[in-house]
């Protein structure tokens, strides 16, 4: 059987909802799955995302194979960067939260004492 982790349309007309699941490749969108790792709601201004990690790396690591909005939304979590063996990038930073880096300097000017011509001797 080869798995696929897809989207499962849910909700009302208009009014989308998905479900996250482990289906077998050739079942229906909306048919048939083996298991619900978790849910995605694109609608309200803060989208709601949850997702069972552990069974998610579980399935990866089985071989099943993530569709593309749901590989997407697992870069969002991080469980993509955990699968591909890489630390997940920290959050970016809201507007609530401007921090402004630490400014690099770099010292262009050298001491003539310091700066050698290359032919070994010294003068």
Known sequence: MAARIRLQRAGRKKR?????????????????????????????????????EERALYWLNMGAEPSDTVRSLMRRTGV?????????????LSADDSEEPAPVVVDDAADESDVSDGDGDEE
């Not at 479900?19 to 995605?40: L, P, Q, T």
């Not at 063996?85 to 920290?90: I, L, S, T």
């Open 16 to 52: 989308a909802f998905y479900r996250i699941v482990v289906a077998d490749r050739a079942a229906n969108r909306d048919g048939r799955f083996v298991e619900r790792i978790g849910h995605y709601d694109p609608v309200p201004t803060q989208f709601e995302l949850v997702l069972n």
């Open 80 to 92: 993509w960067a955990r699968y591909k063996g890489v630390e997940p990038a920290p959050p970016a």
